[in-house]
Nanobody, 123 residues
């Protein structure tokens, strides 16, 4: 059974840093992009960042580019999101996700999802 388990969310103040981690299990994720989306109440789940199987390609939404960094561990069973210079508008539930194939920003094109972890940034 495929599982994506997020950890590392919590409370932060504007300007602080937080790190999220996602542990993947249940199958080999060879050829899978892994990434992060986020969602706030009443809004669509939106793309945040994604990284290729090799780790050689990474993509970010404009809203987090330059502040967030996505990375994949050597064993390719964990993907991390380092979030710096946090802003109140970064407050959301963050979801780890994975899809086989090419990069995509549409949530419908992702195959697996974690349960989500809350990130709250106060001003």
């Amino acid at each position: 059974q495929v599982q994506l388990a997020e950890s590392g969310g919590g409370l932060a103040q504007a300007g602080d840093s937080l790190s999220l981690s996602c542990a993947a299990s249940g199958r080999t994720f060879s050829g899978y992009y892994m990434g992060w989306f986020r969602q706030t109440p009443g809004k669509e789940r939106e793309f945040v960042a994604a990284i290729s199987w090799s780790g050689g390609f990474s993509y970010y939404s404009d809203s987090v580019k330059g502040r967030f960094t996505i990375a994949r561990d050597f064993a390719r069973t964990r993907v991390n999101l380092q979030m710096n210079s946090l802003k109140p508008e970064d407050t959301a539930v963050y979801y780890c996700t994975a899809r086989r194939g090419s990069f995509a920003t549409e949530k419908e094109r992702y195959d697996y999802w974690g349960q989500g972890t809350q990130v709250t940034v106060s001003s």
